[in-house]
């Protein structure tokens, strides 16, 4: 593209391609190490701000020295003679009306000052390192600003690698494909890149391979093969998809089928369980929801239990059983109420419950689980 005094000359890889001709509402770009993140996110919204007269962008990192170095300091070369950077907003504006701002969250509330705020386009650089409650605060603000003349849908883009508080988050919504109540599949979109597609920096630095093979195993796996089951941050690293995953298959009647319900206002999650006749555990469906009351919570669960005369029982941690001050009733009792059936404790011994995981997960000489 063509500003007023420079030519900015692109060649990106084909993945790299995938990631700018990309609309979706959200589209998160990497998954490993040295796969040209950070230049594809600075180029993805240098285009826009180019294409798009009055288009409102906020760029943001985790902290401002990340920022500085990563992004502030290329689009000063970049954008010399293209656009102009004030310094004290931290922004860059262009001819057309367009605008890139940059921004960082080095502590969890430095996002509200987004708030009330409208961007048409945000980028979340290393979005693992930002936390779910401050990606869903920026979600407010990806909005239409007022000063575009053309139709355009707001969205996000994402670059990521696994590891990191995010992690959980960002592979649920971009790897799990695992969506809440709200969320539509077809929003997300992850374009994988590895430092295999990264025909610059393979080219310049082949050693750079070599680097990366030498770390940890978990981390050698997450960082070089981007698999976001290796990182060194998973609690069962006896996990493995290719052993523990399988297709769907209808479950036999005569399989015992049990649920595990764990009740927080900030997160209600619940599983349901088979277990076969040779003992082998099935997770055949599971359920998270944010902000839900007891009686909200148990009357989701019943609209996903369609086979709920199966369900020989729920367990659940023992302070359901607390009665409240205020109602004199407890969770059981709510639960109850609302169609939750057949509710018992569940044993809270971490450490125990931990190891039969482990042992469950544990591959057998055979190569089974």
């Known amino acids: 593209m063509t500003g ?57 990192r985790r902290t401002l020295g990340e920022l500085r170095e990563n992004h502030l300091f ?3 070369s970049l954008l010399d003679g293209i656009a102009k950077y004030a310094s004290t907003e931290k922004e860059f504006r262009f001819p057309n009306g367009s605008r890139i701002r940059l ?46 003349q053309v139709p355009f849908r707001p969205r996000m883009y994402f670059t990521c690698n696994p590891g990191g508080v995010g992690h959980d988050w960002v592979k649920r919504l971009f790897v799990d494909r695992c969506y809440r109540t709200g969320e539509k599949a077809e929003d997300y979109v992850m374009i994988k890149s590895l430092v295999f597609d990264n025909t610059f920096l393979m080219e310049r630095d082949p050693e750079y391979v070599q680097t990366l093979m030498a770390l940890p195993e978990a981390r050698r796996k997450a960082m070089l093969y981007g698999d976001w089951n290796a990182f060194e941050g998973a609690f069962f690293p006896e996990f493995d998809p290719e052993l523990h995953t399988c297709m769907d298959f209808e479950i036999p009647k005569e399989w015992i089928r049990f649920r595990g319900l764990d009740y927080g206002l900030d997160m209600t999650a619940c599983l349901w369980f088979a277990v076969s006749s040779d ?32 369900i020989r029982y729920t367990a659940a941690s023992p302070d359901l ?49």
């Not at 555990?281 to 599971?286: F, I, L, M, P, W």
């Not at 011994?349 to 931990?354: C, H, L, N, S, T």
């Open 74 to 76: 290329p689009l000063l």
């Open 279 to 310: 003992g082998t555990v099935y997770v055949y469906r599971e359920l998270y929801e944010k902000d839900l009351i007891l009686s909200q919570a148990g009357k989701y669960i019943l609209e996903h239990s369609p086979e709920e005369d199966a």
């Open 321 to 369: 059983w607390n009665r409240r001050q205020d109602s004199g009733k407890s969770g059981f009792d709510l639960l109850h109420t609302a169609g939750v059936k057949r509710l018992i404790k569940a044993n809270n011994a971490r450490i125990p419950g931990w190891r039969v995981i482990r042992e469950y997960l544990r591959r057998r000489e055979d190569g089974t689980c």
């Open 103 to 148: 921004g960082y969250c080095d502590t969890e509330n430095d996002v509200l000052q987004f708030q009330g705020q409208a961007y048409e386009v945000i980028g979340l650089e290393e979005a693992t390192h930002f936390t779910e409650r401050q990606f869903s605060a920026l979600t407010e603000s990806n909005r239409y600003s007022g000063q575009m």
């Open 4 to 60: 007023e005094t420079k030519e900015i000359l692109i060649t990106p890889n084909p993945k790299q391609q995938s990631f700018f001709e990309s609309t979706a509402r959200y589209t998160a770009y990497g998954g490993a190490r040295g796969g040209g993140k950070s230049w594809a996110m600075r180029m993805k919204l240098v285009l826009l701000a180019l294409g798009y007269d009055g288009i409102q962008i906020l760029l943001l």
